[in-house]
């Protein structure tokens, strides 16, 4: 009984971590109801990237070209939903904080005021996303040789960003009171059908007519239909802590949408410096040559495998930090980011080993291309020393929204993403590469910014969450 004890204090245990003495919990019951809550999200996160590799590996039968014309669209994408994903960041901080106050129809009617707000972003980016994605497109780094596909892909996906952003808005707020498994489905059930038909609208199976890239892209737009009606089933189910009445009394009030947009306004400046620096690293990538961004892309795909877990434990810590505020509990948030730090290090030294086991093999999965495998293999190398820092960041930036203090986790990313990170691509893929060619820096250079990105953003985060200021922030 005692060694059992003492491997748990060994492997549990945090360092100067104390609840207050009427508090029920043990540091155990808080990886416990952590791990509860992070594990759908983790395992929506791992099966997603999955998915979108599985979507990648059909796409890149195609060719190197498919794969960057499909590849560039993700920067395009990310900007269009830019205003949707800042707003579902203070849907999430702010439902946790009314949870954790007790306050159910203040919760309800967070989630009621942001629907509102994201469908009219929704039918403004699905205008905007359609009429101008060959622009968007170019300005991603696209050539005469990707632009066609490109613009297919983008403007048939973006028939589906109102359903996208409806999806966003109900995960969003069943994450903020903890509820990951329902986010879980819906999602998972949506990349289902996506891979499905990617079987049948790429090549033309089943019957179905072969349709490449643009075969692809009805398969996302559906897929993102298919989640849209699963979590407005959630949304709209009786009984349910987040049950909006469509017909019932609507009206929007001050406090909610002050709170959701100083949280929302936050993110939104991150987002942009996040946009920013990858739309510009992503050009940099492109300029180098086709085989090196589909070499890139398919080091991504895998790569998110190190950061989408990250991303669930990440969900978990925004809900219980909110809450824990919520509650006016200070020490009990505190010790909830160190409980995460610790399952962050565990994490980390399982995705290594994976990856670095996996690097001759995975790069196979998507190309039969020799110079693309040999070098993704390399660049394999070069993830591990950023996937704890990488991590580490993913989560702490996670607390530090829980508690609402937005602003300094966009200032990190302007340092590091927006300036950083393509400043040290551009070095290694441009004058290091001429400088030295036999090193492949066109390949290498940018996960050797990665690795910086990574630690940079990572140390900026940890000392501002050991400074203990966020926990004042008032929602």
Not at 78 to 97: D, F, K, N, P
Not at 118 to 129: D, E, F, K, S
Not at 298 to 319: N, Y
């Amino acid at each position: 009984m005692g060694e059992t004890k003492s491997l748990s204090d060994f492997f549990l245990g945090i360092k100067g971590a104390k609840l207050r003495e009427d508090d029920p919990d043990t540091i155990p019951d808080m990886y416990k109801r952590l791990l509860t809550i992070a594990w759908p999200a983790a395992l929506e996160g791992l099966l997603m990237t999955l998915m979108n590799s599985f979507d990648t590996m059909m796409v890149g039968r195609i060719g190197p070209a498919a794969i960057a014309s499909v590849g560039l669209c993700a920067q395009p994408r990310m900007i269009m939903l830019l205003l949707a994903q800042a707003l579902c960041v203070g849907t999430t901080a702010v439902i946790a904080r009314r949870k954790g106050e007790g306050r159910q129809e203040a919760a309800v009617s967070c989630l009621k005021q942001s629907l509102m707000i994201i469908t009219g972003i929704g039918i403004l980016i699905t205008v905007v996303g359609y009429t101008l994605a060959g622009p968007l497109c170019t300005l991603a780094g696209a050539s005469a040789e990707t632009l066609p596909n490109a613009q297919i892909y983008f403007q048939t996906i973006s028939l589906a960003f109102i359903a996208n952003c409806w999806v966003l808005c109900i995960c969003a707020a069943q994450r903020g009171i903890g509820k990951t498994r329902v986010t879980m489905t819906v999602n998972m059930t949506a990349n289902v059908v996506n891979v499905f038909l990617n079987y049948c609208l790429i090549g033309g199976h089943l019957g179905f007519p072969a349709l490449g890239v643009r075969g692809a892209a009805i398969a996302t737009a559906i897929g993102t239909v298919v989640s849209c009606i699963m979590a407005l089933r959630v949304a709209l189910k009786k009984g349910d802590y987040l049950c909006i009445r469509p017909w019932g009394k609507f009206a929007f009030d001050k406090p909610t949408v002050s709170s959701l947009i100083r949280v929302g306004g936050g993110s939104i400046a991150e987002s942009v410096f996040m946009r920013i620096g990858f739309l510009i690293n992503g050009r940099l990538i492109a300029g180098v040559g086709t085989l090196a961004y589909a070499t890139n892309q398919i080091v991504m795909q895998i790569s998110s495998l190190t950061f989408t877990v990250g991303d669930g434990v990440s969900s978990a810590c925004t809900s219980l930090v909110g809450q824990s505020l919520g509650a006016g509990d200070k020490n009990k948030a505190k010790v909830y980011v160190k409980v995460v730090q610790r399952i962050s290090l565990y994490m980390s030294l399982i995705l290594m080993l994976f990856t670095f086991c996996g690097r001759h093999v995975l790069p196979g999965l998507f190309t039969t291309e020799q110079q693309i495998i040999q070098a993704a293999g390399i660049c394999f190398i070069i993830l591990q020393f950023g996937i704890y820092a990488q991590n580490l960041r993913v989560i702490l930036a996670g607390c530090l929204r829980g508690a609402g203090d937005v602003r300094y986790v966009a200032l990190v990313s302007l340092v590091s993403v927006a300036i950083v990170r393509p400043l040290m691509t551009y070095l290694f893929c441009y004058p290091l590469n001429a400088m030295f060619p036999a090193l492949n820096l066109g390949y290498l250079g940018p996960w050797l910014s990665f690795d910086i990105d990574a630690l940079i953003r990572a140390g900026m985060l940890v000392s501002r969450v050991n400074k203990g200021k966020w926990v004042d922030i008032r929602l």
